[in-house]
């Protein structure tokens, strides 16, 4: 693929990332500090939202795999589901503060829509990739444009928003949010295509979707990796504008903090292809991945008496996640071709909408565990905090993503499809094809 085309293909990822990012980031914050709603009952909203939205991409998965259109398999969707995602993140940022009961109905009812929209760009987007090239090695530097791309517009919008909501507002950020996706979204739709000797899907119903799933051992460790890395991800996501509020009496310095998790992660996915060819994609992962452990234990025992001496452990983390993240999102297209060696069946809207369900999961698990963390330490909104409520605010920052992080290098134990492999399979599969 040229440049050009992978830049082509990252503008529907920095879309689609603008809205995801605020609504990942600031819907917490929107729902405790604006709508009243209680942290313990965002908690379990978080939870009950993401697990019911995620049983729909499987579904999302088998309706990409079935597609057939003018566009190809995948662009339909990343013309049509781009509007809809935009207009129901505005409306899950104009819910009214009712009577709780009514408010709490609102959110819960708005949040699972926009899920629904999400995957309905999301899972095509990603099942798109690998259909554009079947290099091993070409696809960490394909995946590395869209999620540096992803990775701008997630703490991009993590450092403008509050700025923004001073002067405008939730609704009318919303609305600015949304419109500069679906422009961006729409390029990809225009100016990408899947190769021309695409091996098209066979259909299959649920039962068969279950074993074409359990008979790809890769996939299964990969999002087994990453969903721990992702858990921990959004924790860290959505406790800065408190800990930042609360530990330092620093909100105005929500941007910087993030602005520098941000430049140091963009640094870290540029820098992922190299890790890969140094070490191998597996190998990239796990360095990654002892990057961030080791940064958040020495976050997590330097205090936080100043703020000065975290921003540089952050900045160290951001590189680790960088690198982690594209490696294991470039594995996971190759289980695609392993899947199809395996059992004839060429599926990447099952692998990706597994990997969106997962995700789901991990924002589920991740924001439900940081606000039940709020919640147990004692936190109020609005008011002053006590050192318990402090405490744990530091620990949720730090230690408690940290841990979470370690746990996604054990499945990586027993990984095996690494560049030499997928190659041989990618060989066998062409022999098969000019034999059929």
Same mark, same amino acid.
């Given at each position: 693929?040229?440049?050009? +085309?992978?830049?082509?293909? &990252? ?6 990332? $603008? ?13 405790? !500090? ?42 339909? #969707? ?37 899920? $629904?929209?999400?995957?309905?760009? !999301?899972?095509?987007?990603? +099942? ?24 701008? &517009? ?22 600015? #949010? ?8 729409? =390029? ?12 098209? +899907? ?34 860290? +996501?959505?406790?800065?504008?408190? #800990? ?53 234990? &020495? ?10 001496? =975290?921003?540089?452990? =952050? ?50 698990? &991740? ?11 004692? #936190? ?57």
């Amino acid at each position: 693929m040229s440049w050009q +085309s992978k830049l082509a293909y &990252g503008w529907g990822s920095l879309g689609n990332n $603008i809205l995801y990012g605020f609504v990942a980031t600031y819907l917490a914050l929107f729902y405790t !500090d604006v709508l009243g709603i209680a942290a313990a009952s965002a908690s379990l909203l978080f939870l009950v939202v993401r697990v019911v939205d995620a049983l729909f991409d499987p579904v999302m998965g088998m309706l990409v795999d079935r597609t057939s259109s003018r566009w190809g398999r995948f662009r339909p #969707y990343l013309l049509f589901a781009p509007p809809v995602l935009a207009l129901l993140t505005v409306v899950a940022f104009s819910v009214p503060r009712l009577d709780p009961s009514t408010t709490l109905a609102l959110a819960y009812v708005t949040y699972l829509l926009w899920g $629904i929209a999400f995957s309905a760009m !999301d899972v095509p987007y990603w +099942s798109m990739s690998a259909a554009l090239t079947l290099d091993a090695r070409e696809r960490t530097s394909l995946v590395m444009v869209p999620r540096t791309l992803a990775s701008v &517009g997630f703490i991009g919008v993590n450092i403008v928003t509050l700025p923004l909501v001073a002067v405008q507002g939730w609704r009318d950020v919303a609305i600015l #949010y949304a419109l500069i996706a679906v422009a961006l979204t729409w =390029i990809t739709f225009a100016r990408v295509r899947e190769r021309a000797d695409h091996v098209p +899907s066979p259909r299959y119903q649920v039962g068969e979707m279950l074993r074409l799933f359990v008979r790809n051992r890769p996939l299964q460790l990969l999002l087994a990796a990453m969903l721990m890395t992702e858990i921990a991800f959004t924790v860290r +996501s959505i406790i800065p504008a408190y #800990y930042l509020r609360y530990n330092f009496d620093a909100e105005a310095l929500v941007p910087l903090f993030v602005g520098v998790f941000a430049v140091t992660t963009i640094t870290g996915s540029l820098l992922s292809p190299l890790a890969a060819r140094l070490r191998g994609k597996r190998g990239a992962a796990l360095a990654g991945l002892a990057v961030t452990t080791v940064t958040s234990v &020495g976050s997590w025992l330097t205090g936080y008496q100043s703020l000065a001496p =975290i921003l540089g452990w =952050i900045a160290v983390t951001g590189i680790g996640y960088g690198v982690t993240n594209i490696t294991l999102l470039s594995m996971l297209a190759d289980t695609v071709e392993y899947g199809h060696w395996r059992t004839g069946r060429r599926t990447e809207g099952l692998v990706f909408s597994s990997n969106i369900f997962k995700t789901k999961v991990a924002s589920a698990l &991740g924001a439900s565990l940081g606000l039940a963390l709020l919640a147990a330490f004692g #936190y109020v909104a609005g008011a002053r905090q006590s050192s318990a409520a402090l405490d744990g605010l530091h620990a949720t920052m730090t230690i408690v993503p940290g841990v979470i992080g370690a746990l996604a290098a054990v499945p990586l134990i027993w990984y095996r499809l690494d560049e030499r492999r997928h190659a041989e399979l990618v060989r066998e599969l062409d022999v098969r094809s000019a034999g059929a």
